[in-house]
Nanobody, 132 residues
Framework: EVQLVESGGGLVQPGGSLRLSCRTS????????VAWFRQAPGKEREGVAG?????????????TYADSVKGRFTISQDNAKNTIYLEMNSLKPDDTAMYYC????????????????????WGRGTQVTVSA
C-alpha cells in the first residue's frame, strides 16, 4: 500500500522559511497526485498545494496552490528520492498548523486536488509553528 512520511516541521519566526518533505513509497504507477494539507486548531483541513508526480514534458504545470500561499510556497519533486517537498517562504503566524501529506494513486491532481475525500493515503503530519 501507499505510505507517506512527513518531516521538516518546527518553529520559525515570521518572515522565515522552512522546507517540508513527504517521503512516499508503494506507488505502482508513475502518475499520482500528492498534495499538502494543513489544519489549525478549531479549523477545517485545507489544501495547500498539489503535485502530479508525472506529466508529459509538453503538458501543464504539475503544481497548483491555494490562493493563500501563492508566491510564497513552492511544491516540487525529487523523483530519485520518491519525495515531494514543500518550500515555505515569508511565513506568517496564520501558517501555523499541522501539515499533512496525502496521495491518490493513478491520478492527476486536476481541478479538485483540494478535496480531502479523494485521498486514500495520509501521513501522520508534521507541526509548523510561526511565532516571534
Amino acid at each position: 500500500e501507499v505510505q507517506l512520511v512527513e518531516s521538516g516541521g518546527g518553529l520559525v519566526q515570521p518572515g522565515g522559511s522552512l522546507r517540508l518533505s513527504c517521503r512516499t513509497s508503494g506507488f505502482t504507477s508513475v502518475t499520482n497526485c500528492v498534495a499538502w494539507f494543513r489544519q489549525a486548531p478549531g479549523k477545517e483541513r485545507e489544501g495547500v498545494a498539489g503535485y502530479t508526480t508525472y506529466t508529459r514534458p509538453t503538458g501543464p504545470d504539475p503544481a497548483t496552490y491555494a490562493d493563500s500561499v501563492k508566491g510564497r510556497f513552492t511544491i516540487s519533486q525529487d523523483n530519485a528520492k520518491n519525495t515531494i517537498y514543500l518550500e515555505m517562504n515569508s511565513l506568517k503566524p496564520d501558517d501555523t498548523a499541522m501539515y499533512y501529506c496525502a496521495a491518490e494513486s493513478l491520478s492527476y491532481c486536476g481541478h479538485d486536488w483540494y478535496l480531502t475525500r479523494r485521498y486514500d493515503a495520509w501521513g501522520r503530519g508534521t507541526q509548523v509553528t510561526v511565532s516571534a
